[in-house]
């Protein structure tokens, strides 16, 4: 009996063992902590437009030899059916991540003038990964993991008369002479704003940098849906200006400069930043990438870095834990303070040009939560700029999103 026992032992513990060998992979999550998947909807007549920012990836070897990633395949599912496929090849993903990961480790690891958790949290939220397991290359050795910047490589856009209700990501890893493939199906929220929100400007109105341009806002974590909002008018020739000098260095020459900001809802501040030195600001004439990266690490010395590349701010928490964010805000105008209630088009502060800003200007977004590097960004629509502002024939929207630039005028409230 004891002999019977002792060979049942050890048969379970050969099987347990083929089975966890069995088991063994390259894990596939999300590089970004609480990272939400919203896509941006907009309707043309019986044409849904589905737009979503891919989620970045971290592949993780727990196979006994070295993976390295050969495909990488989007899938785009209507009502239970694949609809939509994006396909990213060997030959880009090893050479994106040759060139990024060593880049995200740095940023982790060393101290540049826009480097560390900061400048990794502006573009990437809060991230999962560690630097001291980060491959250099696309050969991820056993134990270690790799970076895939999935919302730089492809772009997910679909145009047609299904929505997208569903997507998921396939990853192909060649290890040891096989071909291995793990599928990570990706939750998509669908959000539509819990309160009434107006716009946060009156008069004539251009709204630049909206969702559907890539290279701006969309790039970074909690400012995927973020607008810049500047006034603008008619210069001699009939052509929309935002300055009344065409590159004028002096702020005061842009119309927008120092006009009244307007709490987007009813609400309680819980920030306010007012420590933004206006004579610190680059201005026009000076502003540049690199000019404007010196310039913070000049200023977090002194005021630290989150107002530095933001400058003056305030953030209100409305209801159902929304939060809306003013920045680049004039100093000395913000007229609230922490725990202030504000009300719908209450006047909060005056537009300016501080932080990293190339010109002055109004930068606002929709939040889950107040912290600008690790919130999601949320889509927001508002109830003074309907959706056919965009195009006469957009019936619907979830955020301002179709072009680069939106005009519009904004009587001021009576």
Known sequence: MCKLQAVSLAILLVCTAAQAATERTVEVSFLTKGKKVIPLLCRYQSIEVTDIKLPDLVLTNRLTQPATPVEIEVVGISGGERIARFLVGRKLLDDFITQVNPQIKRKLTGRQVMDGALALGLGL????VDAANLSDGAVIKPGQCAVV???KIVYFHYVGIDKID?????????????RRSVTLPVPLTFWESKNRYVFPLRGNLQVANMPMNYLAHRQAHSQEFALDILQVHPDENGRLTTCRKADSPVLSDYYIYRREVL?????????????????DTLGPANWSPSASAEN????TKKIGRRLAIAGNYVVIRHAADEFTYYAHLSQGTIRVKAGDKVRAGQVIALAGSTGNSSEPHLHFQLM???DMLTANGLPIMFADVPANRMNQYFIGASSLACSDYLYTFLPPKK
């Open 149 to 151: 910047l999935l919302s």
């Open 263 to 279: 709490a987007a809802g009813d609400g309680v501040v819980v920030e306010a930043a007012d420590a933004y030195p206006e004579e």
């Open 166 to 178: 569903g997507l998921e990501i396939v990853v192909t890893v060649e290890s040891g002479g096989a």
């Open 296 to 299: 913070v690490a000049r200023l």
């Open 368 to 370: 889950d939560s107040k």
């Open 125 to 128: 939220g809060e991230t999962t």
